[in-house]
């Protein structure tokens, strides 16, 4: 039997209000060799109320359609309930706070044109932090 391990890590930026996009995937990649996992998983979440995690092409054109994609849908010039944030809330419920990447041979494995973003749908720029649990075998 290999040997198995957890390993814990806390990934802290800071976003530019809102709709910024992070790309983490390097950083994602830096936890898992820094964990000494060779096959297993890595699981990443973001502990925010408006903040999420998407897998998807960081490119300029397409990060401007998700942005009017997230205005179409939850409009910030809208009246909610909510006093001042309502939006960015609706647009975070609208997608998962985590995402769990594969380890083969000590890399994450992201298709040909993935990368993992955190997008910041808050209207001011925050501190954040993401978790990133690496699981797997270490032989």
């Not at 502990?47 to 092409?57: F, K, N, Q, R, Y």
């Not at 490119?59 to 944030?85: G, M, T, V, W």
């Amino acid at each position: 039997m290999c040997p198995f391990k957890v390993v814990n890590t806390r990934l802290s930026f800071s976003t530019n209000g809102e709709i910024d996009f992070v790309d983490i995937s390097k950083k994602i990649q830096e936890a898992v060799s820094a964990a000494q996992v060779k096959n297993g998983i890595a699981h990443v979440f973001a502990p925010h109320a408006t903040g999420i995690l998407i897998l998807t092409e960081n490119d300029q054109p397409l990060l401007s359609d998700i942005e009017a994609f997230l205005e179409a849908i939850a409009p910030k010039s809208r009246s909610y309930n909510h006093p001042s944030n309502a939006h960015a809330h609706l647009r975070s419920a609208l997608f998962q706070p985590d995402r769990t990447l594969p380890i083969i041979n000590g890399n994450v494995e992201f298709g040909t044109w993935q990368s993992l973003l955190f997008v910041e749908t808050d209207v001011y720029p925050r501190k954040r932090t993401v978790i990133i649990q690496v699981i797997g075998e270490t032989e």
